[in-house]
């Protein structure tokens, strides 16, 4: 589909990765690289947020040098590969926001945007004492949950998206920000017989991160919050007439198994860009595997897939519904308290 000059030396590609897609190419000799193609470099992300917040037409962009490219499949997934605890994570959901923000699957280089309930934007009701998400929450980047496999601690088949992860260090943190953290654990959450993995991490950049390895080790500095999580993730779709949602196991997995299921992830991601499954609806569009032929030029991208061109003019969110900053309550049954009359 692309002219062959495209096809630069491995030199000039994101060399911190070891995905076995990005050593394939290690031998090929190319003409002279896309500079703007090199090594994914943290110090030039940016963000180009185009439309108004709290609509479905909203969408958040990532660049990198400038020019467009995927949350999903362009930001590595180990900053370090010789370090596989710690993994890079895309903030979707800022603390204390109800708004349910997500990468989006089908649209090319996978913005972010508002994910919709019923046409119209979607927010988790508050229940007490919890406002909103009580953590950072976002996805994984380069990690997939394979819908064509049951998963064998579940025994169900993945959900179709990158893995999920709540972040627990104090940095509030921004939609669209791309972080480092420590994976602790995780739960494994089955969300209507779909195999949704919670992982449990906490920024690299937080005091607490150097003094905790496990999610055991966060109890000591912050005595009942882990299992106030993981609660919070069983009743949070309650208060909309969910049931409560089950963890499979109960509780929360330990890190080696958490970091093996990390990677297991990995390779289903990769073989999901490289055509070994079915993409279905999902956009695999990419600038950084290069043999591939999901790959676009990152300097012709933005062209190619007709990325808007600029941010729009910052504008104030729309309103939202007015039960969303409402509480709801649960009883010790974990159902909804509804007030006679009311
Ligand atoms: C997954 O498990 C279900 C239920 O046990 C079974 O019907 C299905 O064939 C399994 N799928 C795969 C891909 O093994
Ligand atoms: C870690 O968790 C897995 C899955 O639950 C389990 O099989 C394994 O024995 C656990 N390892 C340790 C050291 O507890
Ligand atoms: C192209 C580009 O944006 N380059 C910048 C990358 O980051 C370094 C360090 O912050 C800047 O000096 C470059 O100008």
């Not at 596989?84 to 945007?113: C, H, M, Y």
């Not at 919670?198 to 905790?212: E, N, Q, Y």
């Not at 676009?296 to 897939?305: M, T």
């Not at 159902?335 to 006679?340: F, H, M, S």
Request: hydrophobic share 30%; glycine share 6%; charged share 25%.
């Amino acid at each position: 589909m692309f002219s062959t000059t495209f096809l630069t030396s491995l030199a000039f590609l994101s060399v911190v990765s070891t995905s076995p897609l990005d050593t394939r190419t290690s031998s090929k000799k190319g003409p002279k690289p896309d500079e703007k193609c090199a090594e994914f470099d943290y110090e030039n992300l940016s963000l180009r947020e185009v439309g108004q917040r709290n609509t479905l037409d909203w969408r958040m962009y990532l660049l990198h040098r400038d020019e467009p490219i995927s949350f999903w499949h362009d930001v590595p997934l180990y900053p370090d590969a010789s370090n596989k605890q710690i993994i890079n994570f895309v903030v979707e959901i800022p603390r204390w926001t109800d708004g349910k923000i997500e990468t989006s699957r089908p649209e090319a280089l996978n913005p972010i945007f508002h994910d919709d309930k019923n046409g119209a934007p979607r927010y988790v009701e508050s229940v007490w004492p919890h406002k909103g998400y009580p953590f950072l929450y976002g996805s994984i980047p380069q990690t997939w949950e394979n819908p064509n496999v049951n998963h064998s601690f579940t025994g169900f088949p993945g959900d179709k998206d990158p893995m999920d992860l709540f972040d627990i260090g104090q940095d509030d943190g921004y939609t669209g920000q791309i972080k480092q953290v420590k994976l602790l654990g995780g739960l494994a959450v089955n969300d209507g017989d779909e195999t949704d993995w919670k992982m449990l991490g906490i920024d690299v950049k937080d005091p607490l991160a150097t003094v905790v390895n496990t999610h055991e080790d966060v109890e000591k500095y912050r005595p009942g919050t882990i299992q106030a999580f993981r609660d919070w993730f069983t009743y949070y779709k309650v208060a909309r007439g969910d049931d409560v949602i089950p963890v499979v196991g109960e509780t929360y997995q330990n890190i080696s198994f958490v970091m093996d299921t990390v990677e297991e992830s990995h390779k289903y991601w990769e073989d999901l860009v490289s055509g070994k499954e079915d993409p279905g609806k999902i956009s695999t569009v990419q600038t950084s595997q290069i043999d591939l032929s999901s790959w676009v030029p990152c300097k012709d991208a933005r062209k190619e897939l007709g990325i808007p061109k600029k941010s729009s003019k910052p504008q104030e969110p729309a309103a939202k519904p007015e039960k969303y900053s409402w509480w709801y309550y649960l009883n010790a049954e974990r159902q909804l308290i509804e007030v006679p009359g009311s």
